[in-house]
Protein backbone atom coordinates (compact mmCIF):
# COMPACT_ATOMS: atom_id res chain seq x y z
CA UNK A 1 0.00 0.00 0.00
CA UNK A 2 2.56 2.17 0.38
CA UNK A 3 4.07 1.45 -3.20
CA UNK A 4 0.32 2.71 -4.25
CA UNK A 5 0.42 6.03 -2.60
CA UNK A 6 4.05 6.47 -3.44
CA UNK A 7 2.87 5.90 -6.87
CA UNK A 8 5.82 3.25 -7.11
CA UNK A 9 6.56 0.02 -8.36
CA UNK A 10 6.39 -2.56 -5.55
CA UNK A 11 9.89 -4.58 -5.72
CA UNK A 12 8.45 -7.09 -3.48
CA UNK A 13 10.95 -8.79 -0.83
CA UNK A 14 13.06 -11.57 -0.48
CA UNK A 15 12.82 -13.52 2.37
CA UNK A 16 15.36 -16.28 4.27
CA UNK A 17 12.60 -19.02 3.54
CA UNK A 18 12.08 -18.71 -0.26
CA UNK A 19 16.17 -19.30 -0.41
CA UNK A 20 16.01 -23.00 -0.73
CA UNK A 21 18.33 -25.79 -0.37
CA UNK A 22 17.80 -28.66 -3.27
CA UNK A 23 19.81 -31.52 -3.77
CA UNK A 24 22.75 -30.98 -6.14
CA UNK A 25 25.61 -33.49 -6.52
CA UNK A 26 28.96 -31.94 -6.23
CA UNK A 27 30.23 -34.22 -9.09
CA UNK A 28 27.82 -32.03 -11.43
CA UNK A 29 29.14 -29.02 -10.66
CA UNK A 30 32.57 -27.26 -11.77
CA UNK A 31 34.73 -25.87 -8.62
CA UNK A 32 35.90 -23.41 -11.04
CA UNK A 33 34.47 -20.01 -10.32
CA UNK A 34 32.52 -20.65 -6.90
CA UNK A 35 32.59 -17.41 -4.61
CA UNK A 36 32.10 -15.07 -6.92
CA UNK A 37 28.43 -14.87 -7.11
CA UNK A 38 26.80 -12.26 -4.50
CA UNK A 39 23.50 -12.95 -2.75
CA UNK A 40 22.54 -10.02 -0.77
CA UNK A 41 25.18 -8.40 -0.58
CA UNK A 42 27.49 -11.92 0.68
CA UNK A 43 29.88 -14.09 -0.79
CA UNK A 44 27.89 -17.40 -2.11
CA UNK A 45 30.22 -19.51 -0.88
CA UNK A 46 33.53 -20.15 -0.03
CA UNK A 47 35.66 -22.79 -2.38
CA UNK A 48 34.96 -26.25 -1.56
CA UNK A 49 34.46 -30.01 -2.89
CA UNK A 50 30.85 -29.94 -1.22
CA UNK A 51 27.62 -28.91 -2.92
CA UNK A 52 26.93 -25.27 -3.85
CA UNK A 53 23.84 -23.74 -2.38
CA UNK A 54 20.78 -22.77 -5.20
CA UNK A 55 20.47 -19.60 -6.87
CA UNK A 56 16.51 -19.89 -7.18
CA UNK A 57 14.78 -17.47 -6.22
CA UNK A 58 11.21 -17.03 -6.02
CA UNK A 59 9.38 -13.73 -7.39
CA UNK A 60 7.76 -11.53 -4.89
CA UNK A 61 6.93 -9.13 -7.18
CA UNK A 62 3.10 -8.42 -6.89
CA UNK A 63 0.55 -8.55 -9.59
CA UNK A 64 -0.59 -5.15 -10.80
CA UNK A 65 -4.57 -4.34 -10.38
CA UNK A 66 -6.23 -1.55 -10.48
CA UNK A 67 -6.79 0.48 -7.22
CA UNK A 68 -9.37 -0.63 -4.71
CA UNK A 69 -12.59 0.63 -6.05
CA UNK A 70 -11.80 1.66 -8.77
CA UNK A 71 -10.58 0.46 -13.05
CA UNK A 72 -7.57 2.63 -12.87
CA UNK A 73 -4.24 0.69 -12.94
CA UNK A 74 -1.79 2.63 -11.75
CA UNK A 75 1.31 2.82 -13.94
CA UNK A 76 3.98 0.51 -13.82
CA UNK A 77 7.55 1.65 -13.42
CA UNK A 78 10.89 0.10 -13.04
CA UNK A 79 11.41 -0.55 -9.19
CA UNK A 80 13.46 2.35 -7.72
CA UNK A 81 14.70 0.77 -4.51
CA UNK A 82 17.29 -1.61 -6.39
CA UNK A 83 19.72 -0.94 -9.25
CA UNK A 84 18.88 -2.30 -12.81
CA UNK A 85 22.40 -4.81 -12.01
CA UNK A 86 20.51 -6.77 -9.49
CA UNK A 87 16.79 -6.37 -10.64
CA UNK A 88 18.95 -8.30 -13.70
CA UNK A 89 20.21 -10.96 -11.06
CA UNK A 90 17.04 -11.17 -9.47
CA UNK A 91 15.36 -12.24 -12.76
CA UNK A 92 17.96 -14.67 -13.29
CA UNK A 93 18.21 -16.75 -9.95
CA UNK A 94 13.72 -16.45 -10.87
CA UNK A 95 14.32 -18.55 -13.66
CA UNK A 96 15.94 -21.12 -12.23
CA UNK A 97 13.18 -21.12 -9.27
CA UNK A 98 10.47 -21.66 -12.54
CA UNK A 99 12.00 -23.67 -14.88
CA UNK A 100 15.11 -25.74 -13.34
CA UNK A 101 14.32 -29.39 -12.12
CA UNK A 102 17.20 -31.26 -10.84
CA UNK A 103 17.58 -34.98 -11.36
CA UNK A 104 15.49 -37.22 -8.92
CA UNK A 105 18.88 -38.52 -7.73
CA UNK A 106 22.83 -37.77 -8.91
CA UNK A 107 22.96 -41.58 -11.11
CA UNK A 108 19.39 -40.09 -13.28
CA UNK A 109 20.75 -37.04 -14.26
CA UNK A 110 17.71 -35.83 -15.89
CA UNK A 111 15.24 -33.46 -15.07
CA UNK A 112 14.53 -29.85 -16.94
CA UNK A 113 17.64 -27.44 -17.55
CA UNK A 114 19.31 -29.41 -14.41
CA UNK A 115 22.98 -28.75 -15.59
CA UNK A 116 21.96 -24.70 -15.90
CA UNK A 117 22.39 -23.79 -12.20
CA UNK A 118 25.88 -25.45 -12.33
CA UNK A 119 27.47 -23.45 -15.70
CA UNK A 120 26.02 -19.68 -13.94
CA UNK A 121 27.64 -21.15 -11.06
CA UNK A 122 30.63 -21.10 -13.01
CA UNK A 123 30.12 -18.36 -16.10
CA UNK A 124 28.17 -15.87 -13.99
CA UNK A 125 24.74 -14.60 -13.66
CA UNK A 126 25.37 -11.63 -16.32
CA UNK A 127 26.88 -14.35 -19.06
CA UNK A 128 24.98 -14.26 -22.34
CA UNK A 129 23.46 -17.42 -20.68
CA UNK A 130 22.13 -15.54 -17.74
CA UNK A 131 20.74 -13.00 -19.39
CA UNK A 132 18.39 -15.57 -21.51
CA UNK A 133 17.04 -16.74 -18.44
CA UNK A 134 16.65 -13.27 -17.61
CA UNK A 135 14.77 -12.50 -20.96
CA UNK A 136 12.54 -15.38 -20.16
CA UNK A 137 11.82 -14.75 -16.71
CA UNK A 138 10.99 -11.31 -17.51
CA UNK A 139 9.09 -12.01 -20.16
CA UNK A 140 6.95 -14.35 -18.41
CA UNK A 141 6.16 -11.91 -15.31
CA UNK A 142 5.33 -9.45 -17.69
CA UNK A 143 2.34 -11.89 -18.40
CA UNK A 144 1.64 -12.97 -14.96
CA UNK A 145 2.11 -9.99 -13.30
CA UNK A 146 0.41 -7.28 -16.05
CA UNK A 147 4.23 -5.37 -15.58
CA UNK A 148 4.64 -4.01 -18.79
CA UNK A 149 8.07 -2.67 -18.00
CA UNK A 150 9.47 -6.35 -17.66
CA UNK A 151 8.66 -6.42 -21.22
CA UNK A 152 11.05 -3.96 -22.38
CA UNK A 153 13.48 -5.74 -20.60
CA UNK A 154 13.25 -8.77 -21.51
CA UNK A 155 13.00 -7.25 -25.22
CA UNK A 156 16.22 -6.30 -24.70
CA UNK A 157 18.11 -8.63 -23.17
CA UNK A 158 16.35 -11.38 -26.33
CA UNK A 159 18.05 -8.78 -29.05
CA UNK A 160 21.08 -8.77 -26.85
CA UNK A 161 21.49 -12.24 -26.47
CA UNK A 162 20.09 -12.87 -30.64
CA UNK A 163 23.19 -10.87 -31.63
CA UNK A 164 25.14 -13.02 -29.67
CA UNK A 165 23.30 -16.16 -31.09
CA UNK A 166 24.09 -15.48 -34.68
CA UNK A 167 27.16 -14.86 -34.32
CA UNK A 168 28.17 -18.15 -32.50
CA UNK A 169 26.03 -19.96 -35.42
CA UNK A 170 28.15 -17.88 -38.45
CA UNK A 171 31.54 -18.68 -36.28
CA UNK A 172 31.05 -22.26 -34.35
CA UNK A 173 34.64 -22.16 -33.52
CA UNK A 174 35.29 -18.80 -31.88
CA UNK A 175 31.95 -20.20 -29.32
CA UNK A 176 31.11 -22.90 -26.75
CA UNK A 177 28.46 -25.45 -28.50
CA UNK A 178 26.97 -26.28 -25.06
CA UNK A 179 26.54 -22.39 -24.30
CA UNK A 180 25.39 -21.97 -27.79
CA UNK A 181 22.82 -24.74 -27.79
CA UNK A 182 21.41 -23.83 -24.22
CA UNK A 183 20.85 -20.16 -25.45
CA UNK A 184 19.04 -21.55 -28.59
CA UNK A 185 16.94 -23.52 -26.33
CA UNK A 186 16.33 -20.51 -24.02
CA UNK A 187 15.33 -18.32 -26.72
CA UNK A 188 12.95 -20.54 -28.35
CA UNK A 189 11.28 -20.77 -24.58
CA UNK A 190 11.16 -17.05 -24.78
CA UNK A 191 8.89 -17.08 -28.51
CA UNK A 192 6.77 -19.42 -26.96
CA UNK A 193 6.11 -17.49 -24.03
CA UNK A 194 5.39 -14.71 -26.64
CA UNK A 195 3.59 -16.38 -29.23
CA UNK A 196 -0.32 -15.47 -29.89
CA UNK A 197 -2.68 -16.14 -32.12
CA UNK A 198 -2.00 -12.91 -33.65
CA UNK A 199 1.94 -13.74 -33.77
CA UNK A 200 2.49 -17.53 -33.34
CA UNK A 201 5.98 -16.57 -32.52
CA UNK A 202 9.74 -17.92 -34.00
CA UNK A 203 9.96 -20.90 -31.45
CA UNK A 204 10.12 -22.80 -35.51
CA UNK A 205 13.19 -20.67 -35.97
CA UNK A 206 15.00 -21.85 -32.69
CA UNK A 207 14.24 -25.08 -32.82
CA UNK A 208 15.78 -25.14 -36.62
CA UNK A 209 17.93 -23.84 -34.88
CA UNK A 210 18.77 -26.47 -32.17
CA UNK A 211 18.88 -29.15 -34.54
CA UNK A 212 21.17 -27.23 -36.92
CA UNK A 213 23.49 -27.21 -34.08
CA UNK A 214 23.14 -30.26 -33.05
CA UNK A 215 23.71 -31.51 -36.94
CA UNK A 216 20.52 -33.37 -36.36
CA UNK A 217 16.87 -33.50 -38.45
CA UNK A 218 14.21 -31.13 -36.91
CA UNK A 219 12.62 -33.72 -34.98
CA UNK A 220 12.03 -35.11 -32.07
CA UNK A 221 12.64 -39.14 -33.07
CA UNK A 222 15.83 -37.25 -34.52
CA UNK A 223 16.59 -36.09 -31.27
CA UNK A 224 15.70 -39.47 -29.81
CA UNK A 225 17.86 -40.94 -32.30
CA UNK A 226 20.78 -38.38 -31.79
CA UNK A 227 20.64 -39.15 -27.60
CA UNK A 228 20.22 -43.30 -27.99
CA UNK A 229 23.37 -43.22 -30.49
CA UNK A 230 25.49 -41.02 -28.31
CA UNK A 231 25.89 -38.18 -30.88
CA UNK A 232 24.19 -35.33 -28.64
CA UNK A 233 26.74 -35.88 -25.98
CA UNK A 234 29.06 -35.75 -28.76
CA UNK A 235 28.98 -32.68 -29.98
CA UNK A 236 28.42 -31.18 -26.54
CA UNK A 237 31.30 -33.03 -25.07
CA UNK A 238 33.41 -34.77 -27.73
CA UNK A 239 32.83 -38.01 -26.24
CA UNK A 240 30.07 -40.34 -27.78
CA UNK A 241 28.07 -41.48 -24.73
CA UNK A 242 24.69 -42.85 -25.49
CA UNK A 243 21.51 -40.90 -23.15
CA UNK A 244 18.38 -41.08 -22.92
CA UNK A 245 15.67 -38.31 -22.64
CA UNK A 246 12.71 -39.67 -20.57
CA UNK A 247 14.87 -41.93 -17.84
CA UNK A 248 14.02 -43.50 -14.86
CA UNK A 249 16.63 -45.02 -12.79
CA UNK A 250 17.80 -48.33 -13.93
CA UNK A 251 16.09 -51.28 -11.92
CA UNK A 252 15.75 -53.56 -14.61
CA UNK A 253 17.43 -55.92 -16.74
CA UNK A 254 19.00 -53.59 -19.84
CA UNK A 255 17.43 -56.30 -22.25
CA UNK A 256 14.36 -54.67 -21.84
CA UNK A 257 12.71 -51.89 -23.98
CA UNK A 258 13.20 -48.12 -22.87
CA UNK A 259 10.52 -45.41 -22.95
CA UNK A 260 12.77 -44.01 -25.95
CA UNK A 261 12.93 -47.20 -27.51
CA UNK A 262 9.32 -47.52 -27.67
CA UNK A 263 8.49 -43.72 -28.51
CA UNK A 264 10.54 -44.58 -31.78
CA UNK A 265 8.68 -47.38 -32.75
CA UNK A 266 5.61 -45.21 -32.29
CA UNK A 267 7.05 -42.28 -34.28
CA UNK A 268 7.39 -44.76 -37.41
CA UNK A 269 4.02 -46.47 -36.92
CA UNK A 270 2.19 -42.71 -37.21
CA UNK A 271 4.40 -42.18 -40.32
CA UNK A 272 3.02 -45.10 -41.97
CA UNK A 273 -1.19 -44.48 -40.53
CA UNK A 274 -1.84 -40.92 -42.08
CA UNK A 275 -4.60 -40.61 -43.74
CA UNK A 276 -3.20 -40.26 -46.79
CA UNK A 277 -0.87 -43.36 -46.18
CA UNK A 278 -4.30 -45.11 -45.42
CA UNK A 279 -6.12 -44.09 -48.08
CA UNK A 280 -4.61 -46.57 -50.70
CA UNK A 281 -4.33 -49.09 -48.21
CA UNK A 282 -4.96 -52.93 -49.11
CA UNK A 283 -7.16 -54.67 -45.97
CA UNK A 284 -3.67 -57.24 -45.43
CA UNK A 285 -1.80 -53.92 -44.68
CA UNK A 286 -4.12 -52.37 -42.46
CA UNK A 287 -4.74 -55.82 -40.54
CA UNK A 288 -0.73 -55.90 -40.27
CA UNK A 289 -0.61 -52.03 -38.61
CA UNK A 290 -3.51 -53.38 -36.26
CA UNK A 291 -0.81 -56.31 -34.83
CA UNK A 292 1.82 -54.01 -34.86
CA UNK A 293 0.20 -51.14 -33.23
CA UNK A 294 -1.28 -53.46 -30.65
CA UNK A 295 1.42 -55.05 -29.94
CA UNK A 296 3.21 -51.64 -29.21
CA UNK A 297 0.28 -50.46 -26.77
CA UNK A 298 1.17 -53.89 -25.03
CA UNK A 299 4.87 -52.91 -24.93
CA UNK A 300 3.87 -49.62 -23.19
CA UNK A 301 1.96 -51.37 -20.69
CA UNK A 302 4.91 -53.49 -19.61
CA UNK A 303 6.76 -50.46 -19.68
CA UNK A 304 4.32 -48.82 -17.13
CA UNK A 305 3.94 -52.05 -14.97
CA UNK A 306 7.51 -52.56 -14.41
CA UNK A 307 8.05 -49.25 -12.95
CA UNK A 308 9.10 -48.98 -9.05
CA UNK A 309 6.55 -48.07 -7.10
CA UNK A 310 8.32 -44.86 -5.59
CA UNK A 311 7.88 -43.04 -9.15
CA UNK A 312 4.03 -43.60 -9.67
CA UNK A 313 1.91 -41.24 -8.78
CA UNK A 314 0.41 -41.13 -5.37
CA UNK A 315 -3.28 -40.13 -4.15
CA UNK A 316 -2.99 -36.80 -2.47
CA UNK A 317 -6.66 -35.88 -2.45
CA UNK A 318 -9.58 -35.24 -4.24
CA UNK A 319 -10.79 -32.55 -5.63
CA UNK A 320 -14.38 -30.81 -4.80
CA UNK A 321 -15.97 -29.48 -8.08
CA UNK A 322 -18.21 -26.42 -8.11
CA UNK A 323 -21.16 -28.65 -7.67
CA UNK A 324 -22.00 -32.12 -7.14
CA UNK A 325 -20.84 -34.42 -9.73
CA UNK A 326 -19.70 -38.03 -10.54
CA UNK A 327 -16.27 -38.94 -11.50
CA UNK A 328 -15.32 -40.01 -14.40
CA UNK A 329 -16.31 -43.35 -15.62
CA UNK A 330 -17.13 -45.77 -18.64
CA UNK A 331 -20.15 -45.50 -20.21
CA UNK A 332 -20.40 -48.41 -23.12
CA UNK A 333 -22.54 -46.75 -26.26
CA UNK A 334 -25.63 -48.52 -28.04
CA UNK A 335 -24.06 -49.95 -31.57
CA UNK A 336 -24.13 -47.75 -34.42
CA UNK A 337 -26.90 -48.36 -37.03
CA UNK A 338 -23.77 -47.84 -39.57
CA UNK A 339 -20.26 -48.59 -39.65
CA UNK A 340 -19.62 -44.93 -40.34
CA UNK A 341 -15.72 -43.92 -40.07
CA UNK A 342 -17.04 -40.52 -38.58
CA UNK A 343 -18.22 -40.74 -34.79
CA UNK A 344 -19.89 -37.94 -32.93
CA UNK A 345 -19.54 -36.79 -29.33
CA UNK A 346 -22.89 -38.12 -28.62
CA UNK A 347 -22.21 -41.83 -29.32
CA UNK A 348 -18.96 -41.52 -27.59
CA UNK A 349 -18.35 -45.18 -25.36
CA UNK A 350 -15.99 -43.45 -22.81
CA UNK A 351 -15.08 -41.54 -20.77
CA UNK A 352 -17.92 -38.64 -19.50
CA UNK A 353 -18.81 -36.65 -16.46
CA UNK A 354 -21.89 -38.41 -15.55
CA UNK A 355 -23.74 -35.82 -13.14
CA UNK A 356 -27.33 -36.41 -13.76
CA UNK A 357 -29.33 -33.54 -15.69
CA UNK A 358 -32.49 -33.88 -17.65
CA UNK A 359 -32.83 -31.95 -21.03
CA UNK A 360 -35.00 -28.86 -19.85
CA UNK A 361 -32.28 -28.13 -17.45
CA UNK A 362 -29.00 -26.38 -18.15
CA UNK A 363 -25.99 -28.46 -18.19
CA UNK A 364 -23.51 -27.92 -15.64
CA UNK A 365 -20.94 -25.16 -15.22
CA UNK A 366 -17.44 -25.27 -17.44
CA UNK A 367 -14.96 -27.34 -14.81
CA UNK A 368 -12.35 -24.22 -14.37
CA UNK A 369 -8.54 -25.71 -14.84
CA UNK A 370 -7.53 -28.06 -12.25
CA UNK A 371 -10.81 -28.73 -10.36
CA UNK A 372 -11.80 -31.63 -12.44
CA UNK A 373 -13.58 -33.64 -10.02
CA UNK A 374 -11.79 -36.77 -8.68
CA UNK A 375 -8.89 -38.37 -7.69
CA UNK A 376 -5.69 -36.24 -7.71
CA UNK A 377 -2.46 -37.38 -7.91
CA UNK A 378 0.95 -36.37 -6.72
CA UNK A 379 4.67 -37.15 -7.66
CA UNK A 380 8.38 -37.29 -6.78
CA UNK A 381 8.47 -33.85 -9.32
CA UNK A 382 7.28 -32.55 -12.45
CA UNK A 383 9.42 -34.22 -14.86
CA UNK A 384 8.64 -37.53 -13.12
CA UNK A 385 5.05 -37.28 -14.03
CA UNK A 386 5.89 -35.86 -17.26
CA UNK A 387 7.25 -39.18 -18.14
CA UNK A 388 4.25 -41.07 -17.15
CA UNK A 389 2.41 -38.99 -19.51
CA UNK A 390 4.14 -39.34 -22.42
CA UNK A 391 3.49 -43.35 -21.78
CA UNK A 392 -0.11 -42.76 -21.46
CA UNK A 393 -0.66 -40.26 -24.21
CA UNK A 394 1.58 -42.14 -26.47
CA UNK A 395 -0.93 -45.52 -25.56
CA UNK A 396 -3.98 -43.40 -25.87
CA UNK A 397 -2.91 -42.38 -29.54
CA UNK A 398 -2.32 -46.10 -30.31
CA UNK A 399 -5.71 -47.05 -28.71
CA UNK A 400 -6.85 -44.14 -31.09
CA UNK A 401 -5.23 -45.19 -34.04
CA UNK A 402 -6.73 -49.50 -33.50
CA UNK A 403 -10.33 -48.09 -33.15
CA UNK A 404 -9.59 -46.01 -36.18
CA UNK A 405 -8.13 -49.03 -38.08
CA UNK A 406 -11.01 -51.18 -36.83
CA UNK A 407 -13.82 -49.00 -38.70
CA UNK A 408 -11.97 -49.04 -42.00
CA UNK A 409 -12.17 -52.60 -42.29
CA UNK A 410 -15.49 -52.84 -40.67
CA UNK A 411 -14.93 -54.15 -37.02
CA UNK A 412 -15.49 -51.36 -35.41
CA UNK A 413 -18.35 -52.95 -33.52
CA UNK A 414 -18.43 -51.04 -30.17
CA UNK A 415 -19.67 -53.90 -27.99
CA UNK A 416 -17.01 -56.40 -29.49
CA UNK A 417 -14.97 -57.62 -26.37
CA UNK A 418 -11.80 -55.95 -28.05
CA UNK A 419 -13.50 -52.86 -28.28
CA UNK A 420 -14.29 -52.72 -24.90
CA UNK A 421 -11.25 -53.57 -23.72
CA UNK A 422 -9.38 -50.57 -25.27
CA UNK A 423 -11.98 -48.60 -24.25
CA UNK A 424 -11.16 -49.59 -20.56
CA UNK A 425 -7.73 -49.27 -21.09
CA UNK A 426 -8.14 -45.68 -22.59
CA UNK A 427 -10.29 -44.80 -19.40
CA UNK A 428 -7.41 -46.04 -16.83
CA UNK A 429 -5.19 -44.28 -19.11
CA UNK A 430 -7.44 -40.83 -19.30
CA UNK A 431 -8.38 -40.91 -15.35
CA UNK A 432 -4.47 -41.12 -14.15
CA UNK A 433 -3.74 -38.18 -17.04
CA UNK A 434 -6.62 -35.94 -15.23
CA UNK A 435 -5.42 -37.12 -11.98
CA UNK A 436 -1.96 -35.07 -12.82
CA UNK A 437 -3.09 -32.64 -13.82
CA UNK A 438 -3.29 -30.42 -10.99
CA UNK A 439 -0.08 -31.64 -9.48
CA UNK A 440 1.36 -29.67 -12.64
CA UNK A 441 -0.45 -26.48 -12.45
CA UNK A 442 -0.76 -25.88 -8.32
CA UNK A 443 2.23 -24.97 -6.51
CA UNK A 444 0.75 -26.46 -3.10
CA UNK A 445 -1.67 -29.34 -3.44
CA UNK A 446 -2.65 -29.75 0.10
CA UNK A 447 -3.64 -26.09 0.31
CA UNK A 448 -5.25 -26.66 -3.12
CA UNK A 449 -7.50 -29.33 -2.09
CA UNK A 450 -8.02 -27.60 1.54
CA UNK A 451 -8.40 -23.75 0.49
CA UNK A 452 -8.92 -22.03 4.12
CA UNK A 453 -10.89 -18.34 3.65
CA UNK A 454 -7.33 -16.99 4.16
CA UNK A 455 -6.00 -18.67 1.27
CA UNK A 456 -9.21 -17.33 -0.41
CA UNK A 457 -8.42 -13.49 0.53
CA UNK A 458 -5.01 -13.65 -0.23
CA UNK A 459 -5.83 -14.96 -3.49
CA UNK A 460 -8.40 -12.54 -4.10
CA UNK A 461 -6.02 -9.60 -2.83
CA UNK A 462 -3.56 -10.98 -6.12
CA UNK A 463 -6.25 -10.18 -8.35
CA UNK A 464 -7.70 -14.41 -9.13
CA UNK A 465 -10.78 -14.88 -9.71
CA UNK A 466 -12.60 -17.51 -7.00
CA UNK A 467 -12.33 -19.90 -10.01
CA UNK A 468 -8.84 -19.83 -10.45
CA UNK A 469 -5.83 -21.53 -9.27
CA UNK A 470 -5.21 -19.35 -5.75
CA UNK A 471 -1.69 -20.87 -5.79
CA UNK A 472 -0.39 -21.14 -9.47
CA UNK A 473 2.30 -23.86 -9.70
CA UNK A 474 6.13 -23.44 -11.73
CA UNK A 475 5.77 -22.84 -14.88
CA UNK A 476 7.70 -25.84 -15.44
CA UNK A 477 4.79 -28.07 -15.05
CA UNK A 478 2.99 -26.86 -17.82
CA UNK A 479 5.69 -26.26 -20.00
CA UNK A 480 5.97 -30.32 -19.39
CA UNK A 481 2.37 -30.96 -19.42
CA UNK A 482 0.86 -28.63 -22.21
CA UNK A 483 2.09 -31.15 -25.19
CA UNK A 484 0.37 -34.09 -23.64
CA UNK A 485 -2.91 -32.06 -23.02
CA UNK A 486 -2.81 -30.41 -26.84
CA UNK A 487 -2.50 -34.37 -28.25
CA UNK A 488 -5.50 -36.09 -26.47
CA UNK A 489 -7.92 -33.50 -26.56
CA UNK A 490 -7.55 -34.09 -30.75
CA UNK A 491 -7.77 -37.58 -30.33
CA UNK A 492 -11.50 -38.94 -31.75
CA UNK A 493 -14.74 -38.26 -29.39
CA UNK A 494 -14.72 -42.22 -29.10
CA UNK A 495 -12.18 -41.85 -26.35
CA UNK A 496 -12.18 -38.47 -25.10
CA UNK A 497 -16.29 -36.84 -25.27
CA UNK A 498 -16.41 -32.90 -25.53
CA UNK A 499 -16.54 -32.00 -21.90
CA UNK A 500 -13.48 -33.70 -21.41
CA UNK A 501 -11.94 -31.53 -24.62
CA UNK A 502 -13.67 -28.50 -23.51
CA UNK A 503 -11.48 -28.98 -19.83
CA UNK A 504 -8.23 -29.50 -21.54
CA UNK A 505 -8.56 -26.93 -23.39
CA UNK A 506 -9.61 -25.01 -20.26
CA UNK A 507 -6.25 -26.07 -18.29
CA UNK A 508 -4.13 -24.88 -21.98
CA UNK A 509 -5.67 -21.69 -21.53
CA UNK A 510 -4.64 -21.54 -17.73
CA UNK A 511 -1.06 -22.60 -18.33
CA UNK A 512 -1.10 -19.50 -20.93
CA UNK A 513 -2.60 -17.17 -18.76
CA UNK A 514 -1.48 -18.09 -15.12
CA UNK A 515 1.75 -19.53 -16.43
CA UNK A 516 2.59 -17.33 -18.88
CA UNK A 517 3.19 -20.03 -21.97
CA UNK A 518 1.73 -18.28 -24.66
CA UNK A 519 2.06 -21.45 -27.13
CA UNK A 520 -0.60 -23.25 -24.82
CA UNK A 521 -3.34 -20.62 -25.99
CA UNK A 522 -2.55 -21.45 -29.33
CA UNK A 523 -3.37 -24.85 -28.97
CA UNK A 524 -6.53 -24.18 -26.59
CA UNK A 525 -8.16 -21.87 -29.22
CA UNK A 526 -7.40 -23.52 -32.74
CA UNK A 527 -9.98 -26.14 -33.77
CA UNK A 528 -6.92 -27.57 -36.39
CA UNK A 529 -3.91 -29.16 -35.01
CA UNK A 530 -0.71 -27.07 -35.53
CA UNK A 531 1.95 -29.89 -36.10
CA UNK A 532 4.48 -27.71 -36.97
CA UNK A 533 4.18 -25.96 -33.77
CA UNK A 534 4.22 -29.03 -31.93
CA UNK A 535 7.29 -30.68 -33.09
CA UNK A 536 8.82 -27.13 -32.27
CA UNK A 537 7.98 -27.01 -29.01
CA UNK A 538 8.40 -30.61 -28.45
CA UNK A 539 11.87 -30.32 -29.26
CA UNK A 540 12.57 -27.23 -27.77
CA UNK A 541 11.22 -28.90 -24.28
CA UNK A 542 12.54 -32.21 -24.84
CA UNK A 543 16.50 -30.47 -25.26
CA UNK A 544 15.84 -28.95 -21.94
CA UNK A 545 15.23 -32.10 -20.73
CA UNK A 546 18.81 -33.10 -21.83
CA UNK A 547 21.09 -30.02 -20.74
Known amino acids: MRCIKGNRTCGGYEARSSIVFRPQASQFISSSGSGTLPVDGQPLLAPTTGPLPTLARKCTLSKRVPLPG ?89 HEVLCYLAKAVQNPASADTAETLIIATLLGLYEMMLARETHPGHYNT ?45 RHPTSEQTLDDLLLVLDDIQ ?42 GSVSGYTKPPQPQQ ?79 SRMLGDGNPNSTEHQHHAADAAQLLTDLLASIPFHLVDDLHVFLNPDQPTRELAAGAGHRPDEIPNPGRPAGGLLIMHHLDVVSRLCPTLVPADVRDYLRKCLLWISTGMGIGQAAIFAKSSESHPQALTSGCMITWVAMLL
Open 327 to 405: PLQWLPASPSPSSSSSVDSSSSDFPRNTSPHHSHESPPPPIPAAYWPGRVDTYHDHYVASVWNMSRTSRLQLIDLLLRL
Open 271 to 312: KRSTPQRLANTSPETLYGLMDEAAALNQAFARWQDAQPADLR
Open 206 to 250: HARGVAAILQIGNSPSDLLMAARSGHFNKVLTGKSQPCSIFSFPS
Open 70 to 158: TNYMPPDTPCKEISNELFDEYACRTFLWDFCIPPTTPADARGLFHGLEPMLHRIGLHSKVGKACMAVSAELHRKTLCREYLGRRAEAKY
